[in-house]
């Protein structure tokens, strides 16, 4: 859970308080601080979950308290 937590924290913080030190670069004609704060820290959170849901079932399983 706080592994998870701390991936929230850095990718909903640090990656938009940073975004305007990248909008220098630019990807597809988007500014890259950009196209992190929009698109990559959704990707992370997406990434995440599924991470977590899994670990979270595996778990379940180890104490047999699995859903069928």
Excluded: C
Excluded at 18 to 45: D, E, V
């Amino acid at each position: 859970m706080w592994t998870v937590f701390a991936i929230w924290f850095f990718s909903s913080l640090f990656i938009h308080l940073f975004a305007p030190s990248l909008n220098t670069i630019k990807i597809l004609g988007f500014p890259l601080g950009f196209y992190m704060a929009a698109q990559g820290s959704l990707i992370i959170f997406v990434v995440t979950l599924f991470w977590f849901a899994r670990k979270q079932n595996a778990i379940d399983e180890e104490f047999g308290v699995a859903e069928d």
